[in-house]
């Protein structure tokens, strides 16, 4: 496998994504970023297991003194894993958190809901990174494009595309090439057309810049290690990759002994992963998903592994496709929790999308293809959604379930199931 040449981009001292850099492995805490000794201890943990680059969310400019303390106290313990500034909303905390941080990610979709004055926001926040060292990783996401292009183009695979490179000819417009891209799905069909259509796009412009890979809202368990393994590998296959991450509704720490896997399986000489279901999964997922083969030749997995696999690559359905997000600080209720037991509750059903989101940041956008929603509110308060719109709001936490499942039972959505590919 030859690997798609793209500009290096460092991030910290030591840690180059990119430039034929190898594979770079990243997780993102789940703790509250204002519990700063509960971040540290996290973030030491992560660092331990592997995580060579480490995300922090910053809900607002009263975060940011807290991610400041979380490094000191980081670097004092001799820890120097590269933190990266997640951010959402607001791009005065984006500027602010800037200096004190290896690198900032931002989802362009939702920097200001006026596009001029996003690109007048963005054009400032390029100038604080690069008088810092800053480096910056435009993410964006199905389902959370922004209306300014998904009016134009609808919510497509080239919408998003398209989004990302309007955003890095606004990096090269003010000479700042420290930039990395993600066009994450929680669709392994949509994720891959609409990497590969930045990369031709990027190969045109003349400019290639890194990308970091993952399937967003994978959910955990065996589907979501699958699904992140079908879709991470169906691209690394063709080249195109430089950093990743397996987001797991799941413990973080869970997320890089898979993400590990997945990058050395790719590496060179290749190391066979461990885990059966990863092996398998990057054996035959890529295959399925670009519709070389059909099927996974009989005798060679179990029945369930199979079935798992061919769902993940989106060939064959078997049971409720799961969209669920990992957590982070700005989750307020037990989310892996929730979602297990949303799962348990509804592994009979077919034909049918359910999403468990930890909040209302980026929760309603990315479950569009959802049929139903689990979102939470905070404050022990839940939105339930019906393919994207809110039917039910304010409900206690310790009632959704119930109330998400009673909705359920009232529609005939089992009558109209999805056909290949839909989903």
Same mark, same amino acid.
């Given at each position: ?40 201890? @996290? ?35 001799? !820890? ?35 596009? @001029? ?8 926040? /390029?100038?604080? !990174? ?40 606004? !990096? ?5 090439? @420290? ?13 891959? @057309?609409?990497?590969?259509? /930045? ?82 999964? /990057? ?141």
């Amino acid at each position: 496998m030859e690997r798609l040449q793209t500009i290096p981009v460092r991030v910290g001292s030591d840690l180059v994504i990119g430039g034929g850099a190898p594979l770079v492995i990243q997780t993102m805490c789940n703790t509250h970023t204002s519990d700063v000794d509960a971040s540290v201890s @996290q973030c030491l943990r992560l660092y331990a297991a592997g995580a060579q680059m480490i995300r922090i969310t910053v809900p607002g400019r009263q975060d940011v003194a807290s991610v400041r303390e979380i490094k000191d106290k980081l670097r004092a313990q001799s !820890c120097n894993v590269p933190i990266v500034a997640d951010i959402h909303f607001s791009a005065e905390t984006a500027m602010e958190v800037a200096p004190y941080v290896e690198k900032v990610r931002i989802n362009p979709g939702n920097f200001h809901k006026d596009h @001029q004055k996003a690109r007048e926001l963005f054009k400032q926040f /390029l100038k604080i !990174c690069r008088d810092n060292g800053t480096a910056v990783r435009v993410g964006l996401n199905h389902g959370s494009l922004g209306s300014y292009i998904t009016d134009r183009y609808g919510n497509t695979p080239h919408a998003m595309a398209l989004a990302a490179m309007e955003w890095l000819q606004m !990096c090269e417009d003010e000479s700042f090439d @420290q930039v990395v891209v993600s066009l994450k799905a929680s669709n392994t069909v949509v994720m891959v @057309q609409a990497y590969r259509e /930045l990369v031709e796009m990027m190969k045109q412009n003349g400019r290639i810049y890194p990308l970091h890979l993952g399937v967003t809202e994978a959910g955990g368990g065996d589907g979501g290690r699958i699904k992140s393994c079908v879709g991470i590998g169906s691209l690394l296959e063709e080249g195109i990759g430089d950093t990743l991450r397996v987001s797991l509704t799941e413990d973080p720490e869970a997320e890089l002994p898979v993400a590990r896997q997945i990058a050395d399986y790719y590496a060179n000489p290749s190391i066979e992963p461990e885990d059966e279901r990863i092996s398998a999964a /990057l054996r035959w997922g890529p295959a399925l998903l670009k519709r070389k083969i059909d099927s996974i030749p009989s005798g060679i997995l179990s029945s369930y592994l199979e079935d798992e696999i061919m769902q993940a690559a989106r060939r064959r359905f078997y049971r409720p496709e799961y969209i669920a997000c990992p957590g982070c600080g700005r989750t307020m209720y037990n989310l892996q929790q929730t979602f297990e037991e949303v799962q348990r509750r509804t592994s009979h059903l077919k034909n049918v999308v359910i999403a468990v989101m930890g909040c209302i940041v980026n929760g309603p956008g990315e479950m569009a293809d959802a049929d139903w929603g689990y979102v939470g509110e905070g404050g022990g308060r839940v939105s339930i959604y019906r393919k994207g719109e809110p039917v039910l709001r304010h409900i206690p936490d310790n009632e959704a379930i119930d109330a998400l499942l009673e909705l359920m039972e009232k529609e005939s959505w089992q009558t109209t199931p999805h056909k290949e590919g839909d989903l």
